[in-house]
C-alpha cells in the first residue's frame, strides 16, 4: 500500500536518495516497479532525518502526492544527513488524518514506517488494542492501521526490548490476529535500521559505510538484494543482517505494571 526507504552512512542529500534516482520514492509514487498492491502512492509523503548532533530527527510530511510538493525539492536538494526514512502513501482509508497519518511516524529518537493493511481493521485488532495501555491509544499520530501498528512496537521498545524483537514480535503478534494482513516495517534510529518483509517487497544495497532498505530498488544496480518473505533485516553502517522470523522465539508482548 506505500513504498519506503531508510538509509544509514555518510552525509548525503536526501535528494540522492528519493528524487534523483531513475526510479527513486518520487518516481515510486505514480510509477512503481515493483508494487504487489495499488499502482498509485499519492495519499501523502513524508521524510525524517537527522541533523549532526542532534539525536531527535526532524519530520517533513503532507497529505498529498510528494510529485505536487513544489517546495520539497529544494529542501531534499540542500539538508545533508547521514540518516533518513522517507515513505510515499497508498491510504487504506483515503483522507484519514490528513498529513498525520503520512510516515514516518515518530518518538524520541525514533522513525516508522508501515507499508501494509491490517485486514479487518480495525475490529480485527481490538483483543490487542485492549492489551496496550490507554494512554498508548491516546497518543496515536492518526487513527490508522500503521499508526497502531506503531504504538505495538513503540510499546515494545518503551519496555526495553531491542529493534529486532519489537518489530519482529510485533509482526508475529498481528498475523497471528489478522492472518491476511501485510505486515512490512521499517525503523531506524538514525545509526540501525531495522526491517521485516512481510507480505509485500524489500530490498536492500549495502557497501562499507553504508546502508539502504527499500520497498524497491531505485536503480539498476546488481548489487541490490532482494529479501525473503517473513524476514527480518537488521542493517547499520557494517552490514546487513537477515533472520527468518519463524527462528525468533516468540515472547509474551510487554504488559502494562500494576500501579
Not at 518516481?27 to 516497479?33: C, D, E, I, L, N
Not at 505495538?152 to 497471528?176: I, Y
Request: with cysteine; charged share 20%; net charge negative.
Amino acid at each position: 500500500m506505500c513504498r519506503h526507504l531508510a538509509y544509514v552512512g555518510p552525509p548525503e542529500p536526501p535528494a540522492r536518495l528519493i528524487t534523483e534516482p531513475p526510479h527513486g520514492l518520487y518516481r515510486q509514487s505514480w510509477a512503481p516497479r515493483r508494487q504487489r498492491y495499488g499502482t498509485v502512492n499519492a495519499d501523502g509523503f513524508g521524510v525524517g532525518w537527522y541533523a549532526p548532533d542532534d539525536p531527535v530527527p526532524a519530520r517533513y510530511r503532507r497529505a498529498g502526492p510528494i510529485w505536487a510538493d513544489q517546495s520539497f525539492a529544494d529542501l531534499a536538494r540542500v539538508v545533508r544527513t547521514s540518516a533518513l526514512l522517507a515513505a510515499v502513501r497508498d491510504a487504506t482509508l483515503a483522507g484519514a488524518d490528513a498529513e498525520a497519518a503520512a510516515a514516518p511516524f515518530a518518538a524520541g529518537r525514533w522513525l516508522f514506517s508501515h507499508n501494509g493493511a491490517l485486514k479487518g481493521w480495525p475490529h480485527s485488532v481490538a483483543p490487542l488494542a485492549a492489551a496496550l495501555p490507554p494512554v498508548d491509544l491516546l497518543s496515536l499520530e492518526a487513527r490508522t492501521d500503521s499508526a497502531f501498528v506503531w504504538a505495538l512496537v513503540l510499546h515494545r521498545l518503551h519496555s526495553g526490548e531491542d529493534p529486532g524483537r519489537a518489530m519482529g514480535e510485533t509482526v508475529l503478534q498481528v498475523a497471528e490476529a489478522t492472518p491476511a494482513s501485510r505486515l512490512n516495517l521499517l525503523l531506524t534510529d538514525g545509526e540501525t535500521v531495522t526491517a521485516t518483509a512481510w507480505g509485500d517487497t524489500l530490498w536492500y544495497l549495502a557497501e562499507p559505510g553504508r546502508a539502504v532498505v527499500a520497498s524497491e530498488p531505485y536503480d539498476d544496480d546488481p548489487r541490490w538484494h532482494e529479501v525473503p518473505d517473513r524476514t527480518l533485516l537488521s542493517a547499520d553502517r557494517a552490514g546487513v543482517r537477515l533472520t527468518p522470523l519463524k527462528d525468533l522465539v516468540p515472547v509474551a508482548p510487554p504488559k502494562e505494571p500494576c500501579t
